[in-house]
């Protein structure tokens, strides 16, 4: 599905991301981890074409992405700072993302999912933090592509909208689809993950599952394996 080869990224004379290799074959659940300034965001924006790698390749569904746009169609992207116009009302806002998509959304039962119905007639700068990302999760779900990018979305979220988050995720990855996800919120990641991708100086520092990484650490507990990952005798 998604297939990363020597990518290389510099913002001016910082190194982001260094000759990083990455192979996403598997439907399921990838969080992508790392400290911060890390280049998590960057290698995300890579994938989207957002950001222009330096050197290297990315390959989705068999195409090289370079200097194409149509294989954005196929993915849904929930960006970390959603910034939309705030005196739009949340209703014009999910009508213009569909008509600017044009393809068929279901953001009905995405709606009646995240109990929205009363914030449609409402101006986005009227809303709070954790509704706002229940709408930017609408929009991003609404179209039900074959991958999708989530950049912190627990971010504002109480902890029943993070229940149903997560099971929204789950649903959508037992239809066969691909996630991509980063969150700070570790005990998010350690419930819903399949699969950890560590990064560090630009480069994917560890690759594996949860059980994977407490046992190469030697932590049982998923929080203090991450810090053991970062811990100077380790690194
Ligand atoms: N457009 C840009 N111009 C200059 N520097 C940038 C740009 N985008 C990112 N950077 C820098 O690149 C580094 C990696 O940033 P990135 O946002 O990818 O990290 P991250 O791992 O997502 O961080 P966080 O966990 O804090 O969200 C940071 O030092 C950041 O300041």
Redesign the pocket.
Known sequence: MVSIHNLHKK??P?T?LNGLELDIKEQGIIAVL??????????I?SILGM?VPDKGDIVISGNNIRKRWSYRQEIDYLP?IANFPGNLKVQELITMIKDLRGKPAREAELIEYFKLQPFLDKKLNKLSGGTQQKVNLVLCFMFDSPLIILD?PTSGLDPVAMLQLRKLIQREKEKGKTILI?S?IMNFVEEVADRIVF?LEGKIYFDGNVSELKTSTGQDDFEHAIAKLLSEDHV
Not at 34 to 43: A, D, I, M, R, W
Request: proline share 5%.
């Open positions: 913002f001016g910082l982001v790392g400290p911060n300034g890390s280049g998590k965001t960057t290698l924006k950001v970390q912190e980063t700070h990064l």
